[in-house]
């Protein structure tokens, strides 16, 4: 009894030793249990077999909202994949020794896009690996039709965890050549009448001459009377005729399977209200405008999705908001998808637009009266007529297109010296009033 009495007095000694003085010994970091590790790649929604090389007598999973594991002896189990991310899962045996850390990984069908591109492109060495969540495409294809398609069909298993590394042997572009053609056609006549009747007592006007804002192109006056009664009369006219012509020849170049775009016109200030009777402005394009996205086949045919517009500014259908004058927009466009050999044309036209407006102003009863009535009577019509027309032609991109674009580093022609521009009215090297001067 004394001798533990006496083990315990120096063993408390030793303590309060060890207490006084804290920092006589450093303290130890405390570290993970040392195990073997390795990662595996699951399948979202599918289960995927493992095996163990010890008998396991305890698993235990950090997440397993991301990742069900279930035992089917102490050396095997299988592992179901519920939601994308990872987690890990610890492996203990008989005496709580851990033998093994399994990461898992919770992310897209690697294995299954692999057979399905091997189906679909059995001579190409495409190969599909699991890069975290993600999948990664690898391999040198033939042409960019291949690619495009491996892509295609890659982006159905992954839509938001693509990574392409697909690279082209023969890398082919395609030169898209679009002649844009617009021809308005318009005519207009304009007949006015306003007259007025009285004397020094009384007067009767009628008729306010022309129904359109333009001035008159002609006109006759009329004046006469009898005693102290007076008679003018004023007849207006006004004819109007006219072809606006645009054409937009724009060359564009594109990877197949890429879109690419063009806008030739300009952008207009669109007054947007906001609270607190604040107004904002928007910048909306007009003109002429094309988006086209090429995709070349296997068979060597270019699949061409086109959608060209033209646009322009209506200010006859103006709007005003606030005091801001919006004019309208005037938009004719199209949307198509064709395959052509390379240097064939796609003619899209047939986008004809007719309109006729009429309007009649007169005095009431008496401007219905045959013949007489005319001079109670303006009249006015307008027709107009526009035709679109838009030729595409898609060709592959050769070495005569590489040169041709080297020399157009510099625009053709030369700038003109002071006389020429002066006295001559040359501007770069054509005429100013006569196209195709030298």
């Known amino acids: 009894m004394l001798n533990t009495r006496t083990a315990l007095g120096a063993f408390a000694c030793a303590f309060a030793l060890a207490a006084a003085v804290p920092h006589a010994a450093p303290a130890q970091e405390l570290r993970s249990e040392p195990a073997p590790r390795r990662s595996i ?4 929604d599918k289960s995927l077999s493992f095996r163990l090389a010890q008998p396991a007598a305890r698993i235990v999973v950090s997440q397993p909202e991301i990742a069900k594991v279930t035992a089917t002896s102490d050396r095997s189990f299988y592992v179901q994949g519920l939601e994308f991310g990872s987690t890990n ?19 897209y069908d690697a294995e299954g896009l692999q057979q399905d591109l091997a189906a679909a492109f059995p001579n190409e060495p495409l190969r599909v690996r699991n890069l975290g969540e993600a999948l990664m495409l690898t391999g040198e294809v033939t042409d960019t039709g291949v690619q495009y398609k491996a892509e295609a069909i890659a982006q159905r298993y992954a839509p938001d965890g693509l ?3 697909v690279s082209v042997r023969a890398s082919q572009q395609v030169v898209l050549e679009v002649r844009v053609l617009e021809a308005t056609r318009s005519a207009l006549q304009d007949i006015g009448v306003e007259g007025a009747i009285g004397n020094n007592s009384w007067a009767v006007a009628f008729g306010n001459g022309l129904i359109g804002a333009s001035p008159a192109a002609g006109a006759l006056g009329i004046s006469g009377g009898w005693g102290d009664t007076r008679i003018d009369l004023m007849l207006t006219a ?7 012509r645009t054409l937009a020849r724009p060359n564009l170049v594109a990877i197949p399977g890429q879109k690419a775009t063009f806008h030739a016109g300009g952008e207009y200030p669109y007054p947007v209200p906001q609270r607190d009777d604040l107004i904002s402005l928007e910048f909306r394009k007009y003109g002429v405008e094309l988006t086209f996205t090429p995709v070349v086949q296997d068979n060597g045919l270019i699949r061409l999705d086109v959608e060209p517009e033209v646009s322009q500014l209506d200010f006859t259908n103006s709007l005003r908001v606030q005091g801001f004058t919006v004019p309208g927009l005037i938009v004719r466009r199209t949307h198509t998808t064709v395959e052509l050999k390379p240097g064939e044309s796609l003619a899209i036209g ?11 102003r007169q005095v009431p009863g ?9 001079l109670f009577r ?5 027709k107009a007529e526009t035709e679109l027309v838009v030729i595409v ?3 592959f991109a050769s070495t005569a297109d590489m040169a041709a674009a080297e020399a157009m580093r510099t625009p053709p022609g030369r700038e003109p010296t002071t006389p020429d521009l002066l006295l001559r009215g040359r501007a770069l090297d054509k005429s100013i009033t006569e196209e195709g001067a030298p």
Do not use: C
């Not at 006004?238 to 606006?244: F, M, P, R, S």
């Not at 986008?351 to 006729?356: G, I």
């Open 378 to 382: 303006s009249a006015r019509w307008k």
């Open 163 to 165: 990574i392409s590394r």
């Open 41 to 44: 790649h699951v399948p979202r």
């Open 89 to 107: 899962m610890l492996v203990y045996g008989p005496g709580g020794r851990l033998l093994e850390v399994l990461d898992i990984r919770v992310g």
């Open 350 to 360: 047939g986008l004809f637009q007719r309109e006729y407006t009429n309007a009649l």
């Open 238 to 244: 006004l004819e109007e005729k006219g072809v606006v």
């Open 393 to 395: 032609t898609p060709k």
């Open 366 to 374: 008496i401007g219905d009266v045959p013949v007489l009535g005319s």
